[in-house]
């Protein structure tokens, strides 16, 4: 059986089910993420592991005990919140302390587990500070420090990184990874940022109106979308509708133009279907072996690494993601281009 | 634009002048109170009548008397009203409004009826407390506790909500507290500046509290001490006025020190 594991777990708050039938297993040392737009449930299910909320059905089962309606305060998971919740009144050193003096800890032991973590955290040297003499970013491995202090069972992250800024948050993302690999913790991590989750996760659980919409690799999900939510909401996707023309060699028509696509067996010839791909799989010219449509320029963003063209396909808009080189040549507004894209590369959504 | 530029300069005439008027209605009875009580021997100004007043027994243990009332009142009203504020705001929200107007209750009903209530129900059995006077003084300080509950329940109810409490709660749970050592390490700290400035008001209220005092003490008590001497002995009254007057000012500086000073935190941590 799973360290972790979730089963048919549902929160109805009123008359909104909050959660509907959470199921899910996490491995012992496995970094899972939630991720989904507010108000999916993402935050819900992490308050019910945390023991803050009681599900309305279901069951919670850590390390062979159902922990279900066990108090929060006997539950040994660690938590770590948005807006940090240090407590104002204590030094860095007392925060991280507060679970250890709580358990009744030894002195000495106390004070040994609190200079790992703040070596851990890289903050030695800061015990005797006050939360409001640090910045955000302290502030919140402080937090993480304070929660690891009780060795939990499970870490959980509730959108941590949320209130720091971009650049915080990407050096804090790559800290976290490496303190939960360091001490092979098991961790939750609830987030909206489909680039922490993606980044950061072992498995990333993708979830829409209280319902797990999938749980895959972050890989898979990005790559191999079960459902028209993964698929819009991760990433940019482009959406082509084509009208199927052979099912057998996958061939679908656009317009004048038809694309190869994987051999679809299950449709019909003539039904309208939707092509999708994501940006970065769209180039510009002309590639033996690609498929190939005509198109004219909207707008050029440069971005960076990526240059981002908008191209009009015959009235359907679509993005093109290009590799920066110091050579590239931008195409401007107006401009008729061609745009290829690998057979490969789309998958397609038939309709209803 | 001229016009514009004038008329700020008549603004401020005019709150000058409204500041001046009320300085006057404050400071002139001041004054003349002070000057009063320098007149107890004819002729020359004398701190005469401050030397009767310090020097009568009575009025250090009608002092001290009513100190004691007021920091047991301070204790009293902390301990029922800190856990009380907090639980509400944590988990009963929607009660919030029917304590707000429990708490309003000694503005609506005057302290009288409240006396005269008190003394009826605890002036027989099965619950008789007015024959002793530990009982009176259990009387007294159960009244004052309501009677400050305005005070006290906003200012630790204002407390609360400059910190983020059900965070901080469900942050202490997580790491293995129950409700004795949240209330205790996280929430009474983190209250301090506003326990205190309800402490204090409690203080200043209790310390010249006159119409429970009288009936429930008598001049044991330095409300109705005060009272008493205001009434017998003009200069001797005045003196005590102004005596009264500047321990009262010296809590509120001693308020507005400490609330300063915890302002200056509470600005802190409402940068997390």
Redesign the interface.
Known sequence: MAYLSIRNLSKRFGQTLAVRDFNLEVERGEFVSFLGPSGCGKTTTLRMI???EIPTSGNIILDGADITFL?????????V?Q???????LTVADNIA??LK??KRPPEEIRKTVGEMLDLIRLSGFENR????LS?GQ?QRV?LA??LA?HPRVL?LDEPLSALDAKIRVELRAEIRRIQQTLGITAIYVTHDQEEALSLSDRVVVMYEGKIEQVGTPFEVYNYPQTRFVASFIGQLNLIPVIVEDPQHGLVRFGNFLFQVDPAPHLNRGQAVTLALRPEEMNLGRVEGRNHVEGRVLDVMFLGAIVRVRVDLQGREVLADLFNERQLALPRPGDQVIINFPPHACWIISEG | MDQNQRAPLRQRLVSWLILLLGGLYFFVPLIATIDFSLRARKGVLSVLAYQRVLSDPRFASAFTFSLEMALLTVVVGVILVVPTAYWIRLRLPQLRPVVEFVTLMPFVVPAIVLVFGLIRVFSRPPLLLTNSFTGTQILLVAGYVVLVLPYLYRAVDTGLQA??IR??T?????????WW?IITQ?IF??L?SAILSGAFLTITIVMGELTMASFLVGLKAFGPYMSQVGQNRAYEGAALAVISFALTWAFTMLFQFVGRRALG?DQ??G??
């Open positions: 945390a023991g803050f108090p929060p305060n006997r539950r040994h998971i660690g938590m919140f807006s940090y919740a240090l407590f104002p009144n507060f679970g709580v358990a006050y939360p409001y003499q955000g502030q937090a304070r929660a009780i959980l | 910190i983020d965070t901080l469900e942050a202490a749970q997580s790491l293995g507290a129950g050592v996280i700290p983190n301090r935190g802190a941590f940068a997390r």
